[in-house]
Antibody, heavy 115, light 112 residues
Framework: EVQLVESGGGLVQPGGSLRLSCAAS????????MNWVRQAPGKGLEWVSYITSSSSTIYYADSVKGRFTISRDNAKNSLYLQMNSLRAEDTAVYYCARDRQLFYWGQGTLVTVSS | DVVMTQSPLSLPVTLGQPASISCRSS???????????LNWFQQRPGQSPRRLIY???NRDSGVPDRFSGSGSGTDFTLKISSVEAEDVGVYYC?????????FGGGTKVEIK
């Protein structure tokens, strides 16, 4: 059974940093491209970042470019999102999702940016 | 960026009746490989999104056959042939053809 489990969310002050993790199981992680997608409270879905299986290609939404860094460790079956210079508008549930067409999603981890 | 426009915003439906959601893209979603990467997602209250339909009209495994997708180019539709109570939630279209990936604003399906 495919499982994606996010962790690392929490309360952080504006300007602070946070690192999210996504632990993958039930499939060969190293064969799949991965994404981060977020959802602000009561709002719709917003794609954040994408990384190919070998980390050779990475894309970011303009809203996070220069502040967020996506990475992965295929040996640990894990996906990461390093978030720096956080703003109030980054407050959201962050989901990891498998492949470019977002077939499988995790349960999400809540990031709250507030003083 | 490709803008995805969904309508209606809210869709009250009587149990057992059909429902239809429209999604329009600001440019063609036909990819260079000939495929059209238009997907539909369901998000039930308090749950993560779940993909229902991929490449316009292909149902994901486990998705009831009352859900169907159609369309081409820039105009797409999700239909529920007979709404059940478990179908309550928000439905999103999403294009996977162009970067950045973009979603429609969502359509909230509720029971009358």
């Amino acid at each position: 059974e495919v499982q994606l489990v996010e962790s690392g969310g929490g309360l952080v002050q504006p300007g602070g940093s946070l690192r999210l993790s996504c632990a993958a199981s039930g499939f060969t992680f190293s064969n799949y491209n991965m994404n981060w997608v977020r959802q602000a409270p009561g709002k719709g879905l917003e794609w954040v970042s994408y990384i190919t299986s070998s980390s050779s290609t990475i894309y970011y939404a303009d809203s996070v470019k220069g502040r967020f860094t996506i990475s992965r460790d295929n040996a640990k079956n894990s996906l990461y999102l390093q978030m720096n210079s956080l703003r109030a508008e980054d407050t959201a549930v962050y989901y990891c999702a498998r492949d470019r067409q977002l077939f499988y999603w995790g349960q999400g981890t809540l990031v709250t940016v507030s003083s | 960026d490709v803008v995805m426009t969904q309508s209606p915003l809210s869709l009250p439906v009587t149990l057992g009746q059909p429902a239809s959601i429209s999604c329009r893209s600001s440019q063609s979603l036909v990819y260079s490989d000939g495929n059209t990467y238009l997907n539909w997602f369901q998000q039930r209250p308090g749950q993560s999104p779940r993909r229902l339909i991929y490449k316009v009209s292909n149902r994901d495994s486990g998705v009831p056959d009352r859900f169907s997708g159609s369309g081409s180019g820039t105009d797409f539709t999700l239909k529920i042939s007979s709404v059940e109570a478990e179908d309550v939630g928000v439905y999103y279209c999403m294009q996977g053809t162009h970067w950045p990936l973009t979603f429609g604003g969502g359509t909230k399906v509720e029971i009358k």
